[in-house]
């Protein structure tokens, strides 16, 4: 094997499969989500002060508010994962629960999930409903002060990419896939569809010169090698790139029990969030 040729492409189309299939790797998954489904009506009863605001006229074109009753509160914005083909936002309500405790306010977009949208739409719709949030949140009384835009899975290849907006502050990155050549390989190319430009394109790993604002990218000690692979790479090119860059893996956690964290105040992600937040001032 030479150096220049990354390990994965040696893989043989099982394996690669395999390598990106944290459903399978988690025997726990399902579990997890419906937990966190079911706790998410509470949040959404208790904090909410917008449902469904819509940034477009797609059926998952809307965004969740949630408000901790600040003034001038910072904003963390959480895109869901499912790797860009599964899930709703409405799974995740209870994930603000951990950054609500700490004085942000969260809002949770939802987006059109593939095949029916590519992965330039998908980004394309996140970009809009993150605008929208500058615009329309001051008259609710959010989104006025920092804005961390964060995500998990294929939320934190969304949340690194969107770093890269002027609305945006910062980015928090949770077990996000940041290069995705090996994904267009891999079963799930069947349903994303990229092409080899849009998929080198919309790689965060491959735009880290547009990405100048600080990025958190933090992941599970115990998830598959790849997805720690994938991040341990972007924060080196971050690193060599000169480019903000923080985080880590959280050690014992999976690429679902990690997810669950957000939702505790006193949780390790939390931190990383409130750390993240910190080196933004005032």
């Not at 006229?57 to 969740?64: C, E, L, Y």
Request: aromatic share 6%; with cysteine.
């Amino acid at each position: 094997m030479t150096p220049d040729v990354p390990a994965w492409r040696h893989f043989s189309q099982s394996d690669l499969d395999s390598a990106y299939n944290n459903t399978a790797a988690v025997a726990r998954s399902g579990e997890i989500l419906n937990s966190l489904t079911a706790r998410s009506v509470k949040t959404r009863e208790r904090s909410a002060i917008a449902l469904d605001l819509a940034y477009g006229p797609g059926a998952r074109q809307t965004i969740d508010i949630f408000a901790c009753g600040h003034p001038h509160a910072p904003m963390l914005v959480f895109l869901h994962g499912g790797y860009w083909q599964r899930n709703a936002k409405e799974m995740f309500s209870v994930l603000a629960e951990g950054p609500l405790a700490h004085g942000f306010d969260v809002a949770m977009p939802g987006y059109t999930l593939a095949p029916e949208a590519s992965l330039t739409r998908i980004v394309e719709e996140c970009e809009t409903a993150i605008r929208l949030l500058r615009v329309v949140g001051p008259s609710m009384d959010v989104a006025e002060s920092r804005l961390i835009v964060s995500g998990w899975s294929a939320g934190g290849h969304l949340a690194a990419r969107l770093s890269e907006m002027p609305e945006v502050d910062a980015a928090l990155a949770i077990s996000g896939v940041f290069d995705l050549e090996p994904i267009r390989h891999s079963y799930l190319q069947a349903a994303l569809r990229l092409s080899s430009e849009e998929a080198h394109f919309q790689s965060p790993q491959h735009r880290v010169a547009q990405a100048t604002k600080p990025v958190s990218v933090i992941w599970g000690g115990a998830e598959l090698p790849e997805l720690q692979r994938q991040s341990r790479d972007y924060i080196a090119a971050r690193a060599t790139a000169g480019m903000p860059v923080s985080g880590g893996a959280i050690e014992g956690e999976d690429h679902f029990t990690i997810l669950a964290q957000l939702a505790d105040p006193t949780s390790q992600v939390t931190g990383h969030l409130l750390a993240l937040d910190s080196g933004l001032g005032d």
